[in-house]
T-cell receptor, first 111, second 115 residues
Framework: QQQVKQSPQSLIVQKGGISIINCAYE??????FPWYQQFPGKGPALLIA?????SEKKEGRFTISFNKSAKQFSLHIMDSQPGDSATYFC??????????FGQGTELSVKP | GAVVSQHPSRVICKSGTSVKIECRSL??????MFWYRQFPKQSLMLMAT?????????EQGVEKDKFLINHASLTLSTLTVTSAHPEDSSFYIC???????????FGSGTRLTVV
């Protein structure tokens, strides 16, 4: 019940395209859903996060869509650029507790 | 913005020796810090929660005596890998929450190689 399932495992997108990564969770007590971007040899960096009282949050080219009834949330990267090539992790936590990470998605944006 | 500094970024040690990794919150106080381990091409796995002034809480399957955690101040937590073996080689990352509400900031990680 503590798992966060992420898909796809890898994704190849053409420059300018839309990258979509999906996550699903079981624990309805989760109340914070962040997305992290990680480059090789670096720690994860927070991209964008959402709480379950809203269905969508947009920051620049990054958008989180949240479906509380389906217990799913997704990251959309608009106008994907080669510099977006990285590993993306979704995560979830409960009231300031520990983060539970998804399995990660390796995104490659082709020029 | 909130910064978590981790040191060293890379360390190579001989099998059987101990290695200490430091995690500092530079511009905020952190009563709680988290330590993760990440193997190549895998996700981050929480090892333990470090609590200032008290004992760390370890996740199931993590050896307390092997991974010693000390959180002696509100800005510093240390992870000591004792009697390191090649299988302990991994990427270790710490995090802390400057907002008190799940807004975790991660350090840049430490690549440990045990030879």
């Amino acid at each position: 019940q503590q798992q966060v399932k992420q898909s796809p495992q890898s994704l190849i997108v053409q420059k300018g395209g839309i990258s979509i990564i999906n996550c699903a969770y079981e624990n309805t007590a989760f109340d914070y859903f962040p997305w992290y971007q990680q480059f090789p040899g670096k720690g994860p960096a927070l991209l964008i996060a959402i709480r379950p009282d809203v269905s969508e949050k947009k920051e620049g080219r990054f958008t989180i869509s949240f479906n509380k009834s389906a217990k799913q949330f997704s990251l959309h990267i608009m106008d994907s650029q080669p510099g977006d090539s990285a590993t993306y992790f979704c995560a979830a936590s409960n009231q300031g507790g520990k983060l539970i990470f998804g399995q990660g998605t390796e995104l490659s944006v082709k020029p | 913005g909130a910064v978590v500094s981790q040191h060293p970024s890379r360390v190579i040690c001989k099998s059987g020796t101990s290695v200490k990794i430091e995690c500092r919150s530079l511009d905020f106080q952190a009563t709680t810090m988290f330590w993760y381990r990440q193997f190549p091409k895998q996700s981050l796995m929480l090892m333990a929660t470090s609590n200032e002034g008290s004992k760390a809480t370890y996740e199931q399957g993590v050896e307390k005596d092997k991974f010693l955690i000390n959180h002696a101040s509100l800005t510093l937590s240390t992870l000591t890998v004792t009697s390191a073996h090649p299988e302990d080689s991994s990427f270790y990352i710490c995090s802390a929450d400057p907002t008190g509400g799940s807004g975790y900031t991660f350090g840049s990680g430490t690549r440990l190689t045990v030879v």
